[in-house]
């Protein structure tokens, strides 16, 4: 992942290539994506599912997701992207319910509309090419900061689209398939609802009347990762977002977040991010790491 942007475009060549080489691939927490079939098909297992992806088929995979490629055919074409997750959880939290979420986790692919396709590609498209003129250094840096500014504000608009697309083919009302499915979606409404308040695994299971080792572990099989991970996910991606796109300071960015101390979210911060708050923020606003940054 470029150090400059939180995403980039894949070729689908060399990735189908990796993922057959391996058998499978397992998509870490930190990533998700999507993948757009515009020639071709390919039959992908996801988490246990078979898909059957052609020509206009989307597929947006989740962190987490345990993907298999089965066969595709030799004139497969497509758009493969990868975000870092720090850049969509913020994003998400506003625009998709924890029902909406769920569903999208257990239906990833789906088949496009003509217009919904031309939607995706004409903004991919755009993406790609002010992506591929990036510059670092140049000799007017405020036309650098606009490009960036430009490119990631295409980038939420081709996110945004694609969540369109998606709750328009999703049912009104989503619900859960199991018990063990339930207690995942209703953990993920309380984490969007309570975690800038709450950062303990005994907050939520109390809340769904478990007892915190059953409740991880039914986290830990639903979703690959243990409900601490969530958490700090979501405390540390909201966190990034607001140090990153915000002229709040440190102090206030603590308070929201319900730290008791602005040295304590500091060190929490950096024990995830390996850098200080302060740090991180210029290293943003400037693109580098200055050397004399003090501990938060």
Request: charged share 20%; net charge negative.
């Amino acid at each position: 992942m470029s150090k400059l942007l939180p995403f980039e475009f894949l070729s689908v060549e060399n990735a189908v290539s990796l993922i057959e080489s391996r058998g499978s691939v397992l998509n870490l927490m930190n990533e998700c994506g999507f993948f757009l079939c515009q020639r071709g098909t390919i039959d992908v297992c996801i988490d246990d599912k078979t898909y059957l992806m052609q020509e206009g088929s989307i597929y947006y995979y989740m962190p987490s997701t345990y993907v298999s490629i089965l066969k595709s055919s030799p004139d497969l074409e497509g758009i493969l992207m990868k975000c870092n997750v720090d850049f969509v959880m913020p994003l998400t939290q506003h625009l998709v319910d924890s029902g909406h979420y769920f569903a999208l986790r257990e239906n990833p692919c789906i088949q496009l509309s003509d217009r919904q396709r031309s939607a995706i590609e004409s903004l991919a498209d755009l993406l790609r090419t002010h992506r591929a003129n990036v510059t670092v250094g140049g000799p007017n840096p405020n036309v650098e900061f606009l490009h960036r500014e430009l490119i990631l504000s295409l980038a939420q608009s081709l996110f945004y689209e694609i969540m369109f697309v998606y709750s328009s083919n999703q049912p009104a009302n989503v619900q859960a398939h199991t018990s063990r499915d339930s207690v995942f979606q209703k953990f993920l409404t309380s984490l969007f609802r309570n975690f800038k308040q709450e950062r303990e695994v005994n907050f939520y299971a109390n809340e769904l009347s478990l007892t915190p080792r059953y409740f991880s572990s039914i986290i830990k099989e639903r979703s690959g990762h243990s409900a601490l991970q969530w958490i700090v996910q979501m405390v540390i991606s909201s966190a990034k977002q607001e140090l990153a796109s915000t002229d709040k300071s440190i102090k206030e960015i603590s308070q929201e977040f319900n730290f008791p101390t602005q040295s304590f979210f500091g060190k929490y911060f950096k024990q995830y991010v390996g850098l200080s708050p302060k740090a991180f923020r210029k290293q943003k606003h400037l693109g580098t790491l200055p050397q004399d940054d003090v501990e938060d």
